[in-house]
């Protein structure tokens, strides 16, 4: 497959699944009582949750990125300012994702103290 | 090399007001790329323990963020609404120009309920009116 074509996919493919994952988080971002960290907690890790937030920070994150990329690309025209974009935007949103999924393991293994 | 004319070349279109539709795709999705950030942050303090969160919960539920929650929420409600508008024409739905315009306007008042919706089980439902 070339390569703005596997773009074009991907940015499809993760808004499907987006679209359910982010509403049901702006549901329960909307609903629990947040100020209580073990209600939040016990939330995060119950059942399947940890699995499905897991997806949609993955998804979230390689949306975005693609997102993001696409905009630094219509906008930021002088190669290397727009490639030192790129890159930053790409360490960025790895950097996120990684730190949310490791919080998210940490919860859902029972790590907090 | 000569410069050459890259997209998007805006000027040479005659305004109409599904322009605006996309432009604010564009950046509702840059402004939540941002929100992530916040969303990773909350993550990371709830993983960190009762106390760290705590703490983290003063600068997270602070005046000045639950505005930009607001403004978060809203752009969440107004990108997956038109988000769920692109895909419907990536399967070739509804791209005549009077089907876009009214989709267009579908777009408005579904995201206009679904920020009402989320915001009343945030304020009203949850009990935090500020």
Do not use: C
């Amino acid at each position: 497959m070339r390569h703005g074509v596997y773009h074009w996919w991907a940015q499809r493919i993760t808004a499907v699944l987006l679209a359910p994952l982010t509403l049901w988080i702006a549901f329960a971002l909307a609903t629990l009582p947040l100020d209580d960290h073990a209600a939040t907690v016990q939330w995060i890790g119950a059942s399947w949750h940890p699995v499905a937030m897991a997806l949609a920070i993955f998804a979230v994150s390689y949306h975005s990125q693609l997102g993001v990329q696409v905009v630094i690309e219509d906008y930021v025209h002088a190669g290397s300012l727009r490639s030192a974009a790129l890159g930053a935007s790409l360490l960025a949103h790895f950097g996120v994702a990684a730190a949310a999924l490791y919080a998210l393991a940490r919860i859902a293994g029972g790590a907090t103290p | 090399m000569r410069e050459r004319p890259l997209s998007p070349h805006l000027s040479v279109y005659r305004f109409q007001y599904t322009m605006l539709l996309s432009i604010t795709h564009r950046i509702t999705g840059v402004g939540l790329s941002v929100g992530l950030v916040l969303f990773a942050a909350w993550l990371i303090a709830a993983a960190r323990g009762p106390e760290s969160y705590a703490h983290a919960m003063l600068v997270l539920g602070s005046a000045p963020l639950r505005v930009l929650y607001a403004l978060w929420l809203l752009a969440f409600a107004y990108h997956l609404a038109n988000g769920i508008r692109h895909l419907a024409w990536d399967l070739g739905v509804g791209l005549e120009k009077r089907e876009a315009r009214r989709s267009a306007w579908i777009v408005i008042v579904g995201a206009i309920v679904l920020f009402l919706v989320l915001a009343w089980f945030a304020l009203v439902v949850r009990g935090e009116a500020p």
